[in-house]
């Protein structure tokens, strides 16, 4: 019989990945057309997956559940750990930010539905505090509460695309780009780091790795099968999304609000829809990231002696990207951006080196399959990536 906590830990992988990245994915492929937003999309994905097959790799060779902070530490040194610790905190705040950007937003139209008119410095910070509670709380709530959020999401998610896929449009099922091959080159490159952030679910790794108390090929499933999840999804909107909006539109969008308008168009009760299922993405994938940054910062908190490590953890959690949300209105994509750069060097070319020294170990006991073929390649796509920001 299949654990609960396994099947809760392949939802909080799926979850953590389907946030941003689903609303963002139209707005950065719909200019490539649909064959090649798909094939770009699966390419993301396979490299992807493989990533983080080899942060799990390590992870099970060394103290099972371990954060970045501390692998990074045992097998690349002080350099190496100062470089994961600054990539980790980067990451997962651009991340936070861009997540409270699309919630307060959505929250905010909420309120203002039931007769609530505040203003979105305000429907943020209410987003904030309520998340908050769920990740003092510990990753057994998240679990919980991210597997309601997650069905909610599906259900709002496979209406959604019922009435969008047998909508009346006129709209071009397949339409076809008209872009020179160095245009198709550039929307592309600029399209890699958004999809590299949008199945960015590598973080939760440890933090699921100690709550399951799985071997490696357990936990392995989870991460294949978690990511398959948001791959399919994706996959599935992107169609939809191309189905009901011309191409060019969706290129224009550059907010969750925006993309949700024009989507649901006339049609109130779909607009409803969408605005849960937004929500409910925007939801289960900010717990997972909040979740592996709370616990980083706890972990240090608790290594310099600070009493009630908690609250100082869930301060420098989710305070900061607050902050920046506020601080920098409408910049959704520009938030996922920043983070990209960070993503490729905490998921790709760390775990690559960790890999690479945990593998001369000879109690290495869990190995991944490809060989040294299969981190090379993961490095030239990480180099691709860093290439891609520029």
């Known amino acids: 019989m299949i654990s609960p906590r396994f099947i809760g830990s392949t939802l909080i992988v799926a979850g953590t990945a389907l946030g941003a990245g689903m609303l963002a994915i139209p707005m950065v492929l719909a200019p490539l057309g649909l064959a090649m937003g798909l094939g770009l999309l699966l390419f993301t994905w396979a490299f992807t997956t493989f990533a983080a097959l080899l942060l799990l790799e390590v992870n099970i060779n060394h103290h099972p559940g371990d954060n970045m902070h501390a692998m990074s530490g045992h097998w ?47 429907s943020r910070t209410l987003f904030t505090l309520l998340a908050s509670i769920a990740i003092i709380l510990g990753t057994g709530m998240v679990d919980r509460v ?36 160095s245009s198709q080159f550039d929307i592309i490159m600029a399209a890699l780091p958004v999809l590299f952030t949008s199945f960015g679910f590598m973080v939760v790794i440890p933090p699921l790795v100690s709550y399951t108390h799985g071997t490696g090929q357990q ?6 099968i978690g990511s398959l999840i948001p ?17 060019h539109e969706l290129a224009t969008f550059s907010g969750v609000k925006e993309l949700v308008a024009a989507l649901g168009g006339e049609s109130d009760w779909l607009n409803s829809v969408l605005q849960w299922f937004a929500a409910m993405a ?16 706890e972990e240090v908190c608790e290594r310099n002696n600070i009493k009630k490590s908690r609250l100082p953890a869930i301060a420098l959690t989710l305070l900061p990207p607050l902050l920046m949300a506020s601080s920098a209105p409408g910049q959704f994509l520009q938030a996922l951006s920043y983070a990209g750069l960070a993503l490729t060097v905490l998921a790709i070319f760390i775990p690559v080196a960790m ?8 109690k290495h006991d869990f190995t991944i399959p490809g060989g040294n073929i299969s ?16």
């Open 146 to 181: 991210n597997r309601l959020f997650f069905i909610t999401m599906l259900a709002t998610f496979a209406i959604a695309l019922y009435a969008m896929f047998t909508a009346d449009s006129s709209t071009p099922t397949v339409p076809q780009t008209a872009e020179t091959a």
């Open 76 to 122: 690349l040194g002080k350099g190496g750990q100062i470089l994961a610790d600054i990539g980790m905190i980067f990451l997962l705040g651009f991340l936070l930010m861009a997540y409270i950007l699309g919630a307060g937003d959505l929250l905010q139209t909420a309120l203002a539905f039931i007769g609530l008119d505040v203003n979105a410095d305000i």
């Open 375 to 390: 981190l090379i390649a993961s490095m030239l796509f990480g180099v691709l990536l860093v290439v891609a920001q520029f």
């Open 219 to 224: 936990f392995s499933k989870v991460i294949v």
């Open 231 to 247: 791959l399919v999804c994706y996959s599935l909107w992107f169609v939809a999304c191309m189905n009901t909006v011309e191409a």
């Open 355 to 362: 890999v690479w020294r945990c593998r001369q170990d000879p």
């Open 282 to 297: 925007l939801l289960t994938s900010f717990l997972g990231v909040a979740l592996s940054l709370y616990g980083f910062f």
